[in-house]
């Protein structure tokens, strides 16, 4: 079964960057878009970023400006780079491609970003 793999995150200082990067185990087909998402302990899921396969790219709030969703369609791979980190962006994030057939969506299986003051 093809799997996401992320790889990244850790620990780093307020002010600090990290990139993450998630590409895929095998093949997927009908990829519509690839996104981050993130969830910080005690709340709910949120998120982050997405990109179509067209390029579209949207944020939330919290990451405008200081993230950066990329993606290379022939590895099927997406990335996120994340400059100025604070210690609010501290959480488990997640990579996601939603597909067109099923199972709709494929999930990473999260990595730990931490920020220290």
């Known amino acids: 079964q093809v799997q996401l793999v992320q790889s990244g995150g850790g620990l780093v200082q307020t002010g600090g960057s990290l990139r993450l990067s998630c590409a895929t185990s095998?093949?997927?087909?009908?990829?519509?878009?690839m996104g981050w998402s993130r969830q910080a302990p005690g709340k709910q899921r949120e998120l982050v970023a997405t990109i179509t396969v067209g390029g579209s790219r949207n944020y939330a709030d919290s990451a405008k400006g200081r993230f950066t969703i990329s993606r290379d369609n022939a590895k099927n791979t997406v990335y996120l780079q994340m400059n100025g980190l604070k210690p609010e962006d501290t959480a488990v994030y997640y990579c996601?491609?939603?597909?067109?057939?099923?199972?709709?969506?494929?999930w990473g299986q999260g990595t730990q970003v931490t920020v220290s003051s």
């Open positions: 095998g093949s997927i087909f009908g990829i519509n878009a």
């Open positions: 996601n491609f939603e597909v067109t057939t099923w199972p709709y969506h494929y």
